[in-house]
């Protein structure tokens, strides 16, 4: 597995050299493991200011945080399910005061905005697609 996740890492990190964004001014990341032992990866990638992001298409032709739809992207439907799922909140995982502390569950967005700090507050619109695991129903 370590094996596998080194090829995959390195593969990722050539294309990113290689212009897959535009042109790469910095990379900087972390990699963790996660409490069964597996690794992930964290990486902020700063580009040359003629390849920065500025405007919502672009963020959206990158980047979707929305649950996918399982009739047009079946495959993905099953990963995100599987595995990128923030929950059940618990007190014993994330819940402090009552409030998650990783800010779950998120509003809704009906698009994409840049916000005045610059970050994006990504598109999560209520689209009716949803995914239960035990008694927890996961929206976007």
């Not at 500025?54 to 032709?61: R, S, T, Y």
């Not at 994330?94 to 409030?99: L, Q």
Request: aromatic share 8%; with cysteine; proline share 6%.
């Amino acid at each position: 597995m370590a094996q596998v996740f080194h090829a995959k890492q390195q593969a990722l990190l050539k294309k990113i050299h290689d212009g897959y964004f535009g042109a790469v001014a910095r990379i900087v990341y972390t990699i963790e493991y996660q409490k069964c032992g597996l690794p992930h990866k964290h990486m902020l990638i700063f580009l040359e200011e003629q390849d920065k992001i500025h405007i919502v298409e672009q963020i959206d032709a990158l980047i979707s945080a929305q649950i996918p739809d399982p009739e047009l992207h079946s495959e993905l439907h099953c990963v995100v399910s599987k595995y990128m799922l923030h929950g059940p909140c618990t007190p014993q995982k994330c819940i402090e005061r009552n409030v998650c502390t990783k800010h779950f569950p998120k509003s809704f967005h009906h698009q994409t905005d840049i916000q005045e700090d610059g970050y994006p507050l990504y598109a999560h619109p209520d689209n009716g697609r949803t995914i239960v695991k035990g008694e927890t129903v996961f929206n976007n």
